[in-house]
């Protein structure tokens, strides 16, 4: 069974920054065969998509509130995928999931693409 494990989150000032990380752990499929994506979901609101990023590195897509600020990355050797969260704002706070699916060479949004997933790391970003 495929286990992701995130990492990073906590308490930020708005305009400071975070770096997220996912781990794969347990019997696990490398994360170096799969795309990967990154989610986010406050309170009553529905889970959204954050960035996604191909298994080979080589493309990555972000949700426009996020584009420019926060940068998806992956380093196979460490079986981990990042996000890099810059200038942050109040509205980024959120529980951030990693999720991943089955290689392509096109990017998903959805989240019902997505097979496996993380518990979450919550974000909170004070204004």
């Known amino acids: 069974q495929v286990q992701l494990v995130e990492s990073g989150g906590g308490l930020v000032q708005a305009g400071g920054s975070l770096r997220l990380s996912c781990l794969a752990s347990g019997r696990t499929l490398s994360l170096s065969s799969k795309n990967m994506g990154w989610f986010r979901q406050a309170p009553g609101k529905e889970r959204e998509f954050v960035a996604a990023i191909t298994w080979s590195g080589s493309s990555t897509d972000y949700s426009d509130s996020v584009k420019g600020r926060f940068t998806i990355s992956r380093d196979d050797a460490k079986n981990t995928v990042y996000l890099q969260m810059n200038s942050l704002k109040p509205e980024d706070t959120a529980t951030y999931y990693c999720?991943?699916?089955?290689?392509?060479?096109?990017?998903?949004?959805?989240?019902?693409?997505?097979?496996?997933w993380g518990q979450g790391t919550q974000v909170t970003v004070s204004s």
């Open positions: 999720a991943g699916r089955q290689p392509s060479p096109w990017l998903e949004a959805r989240p019902i693409q997505y097979l496996y």
